[in-house]
Structures are given as C-alpha cells and as structure tokens.
C-alpha cells in the first residue's frame, strides 16, 4: 500500500465522520446526559469503619469452648480443644455469626428498612453491605458498613463492635462462673472427706483406748 492509498483512506474516514456529524454528536449529547441523570438520581452510598486492636495471643479454652458450645462457633472435626486458633480468627469468626447479625438486623429494624419479607433477607442484605476483615501483619480487625445515610453506617459498624464485646464478656464470665462452681464442690467434697477421716481417727482412739497428741 502506498503513501497515495493512506491519504485517500484518510480522506475517505474524514469524509464519513463529516456526514454523519449530527448523529455523532447527538449520541454523545445524549450518553452524557444519561450518565448525568443516573449519577444524580441514584442514592449516595457512604461508608463507615471502625477499627478494633485484637490481642495475638491464644484464646483460652474456657472461652473458645463457650463459644463453641453456644454455637457461635464451629469446632473442625477430630480438632481437640483447646484450638490453635489465634484470637482474632475467633473474634472475626463472631463478628461473622448470624447471632450478631440478626441482634443488628433486630436493633435497627433493617427488615423494613430494606424492604425485605422476611428477617433472613434483611441478615443476607445486611451481610453484603457490611465486610469485617483482619489484618494479621498489624493485628487488627476492621468493620465496615454501607448505607445511604452516614450516621447510620457509623451506628452499624460500632454497634457490631459493641456485640462482640458483650458476646466476650458474657461467655468470659460464663466460664469463670463454672469454674468457681466447680472448685466450690470440690472444696466442698474435699471438706467431707477430711470430716469422715477425723470421726473415722476419734473412733479409732477410743475403741483402741490411744492417746491423743
């Protein structure tokens, strides 16, 4: 192809767009003006996040078996307890549970907010709108919210951190609770044991007519 052949393709390309100038311009007025009206009339998503520290430590068995056993949490099969599991995993993984998600979907009354026709719907949007990750280099766990209105995501985000919170008080205390029941028993069954041993001594004495030291 020559030099000569270019030029005419050129001039040929040139001379189409010249042609249809008008409906060129008009798609591209009317592209614009669509891209204009749905920006303006589709609803402002804001986001909120709130960041929590998470210790790097193990989690105690007492704990990671309360959530456990309150169904918070999963155990993997043929896994012993206590688990490996680190503590923001665990954190994480309640952050992630349907019992916090339906108190929030309750607390805010997100059925009707969104519009959905059962509680479960309201929980599956609620999830897509919310995302909790970890972040295992700073250990730091961070939770963030979408809505339409800003004081709202803000009141999500924080309030997820607020059920973790009470989720780990209350199974914390849970245990320390067994735990002082079970040693006041066994305190108890120990005292028994000494008492039964001393009748058991003095019987002894006096039958055996022994001097007591």
Not at 22 to 44: A, D, E, G, Q, Y
């Amino acid at each position: 192809m020559t030099a000569a052949d270019d030029s005419v393709s050129l001039l040929d390309h040139g001379a189409v767009i010249w042609r249809y100038r008008w409906l060129i311009s008009w798609i591209c007025l009317v592209t614009v003006l669509f891209v204009f009206v749905i920006t303006v009339t589709s609803p402002k998503i804001y986001e909120s996040t709130t960041t929590l520290l998470a210790p790097k430590e193990s989690t105690p068995s007492g704990l990671l078996g309360g959530l456990v056993a309150s169904g918070l949490l999963q155990q993997p099969p043929g896994l012993s307890m206590p688990s490996l599991t680190q503590n923001r995993e665990i954190l994480v993984s309640i952050l992630k549970s349907r019992t916090v998600a339906t108190a929030v979907a309750t607390r805010f009354q997100l059925q009707e907010r969104y519009r959905a026709r059962h509680l479960e719907d309201a929980i599956e949007t609620l999830r897509r709108l919310t995302d909790v990750k970890a972040s295992f280099r700073e250990g730091l766990i961070s939770v963030k919210a979408e809505d339409t209105d800003p004081q709202l995501a803000a009141e999500i985000a924080n309030f997820y951190v607020e059920q973790l919170d009470q989720l780990v008080a209350q199974f914390g205390v849970g245990e320390a609770g067994r735990q002082r029941v079970f040693l006041t028993e066994q305190l108890a069954r120990a005292r028994g044991q000494l008492e039964g041993a001393e009748k058991a001594l003095r019987s002894f004495e006096e039958r055996n007519r022994a001097v007591v030291l």
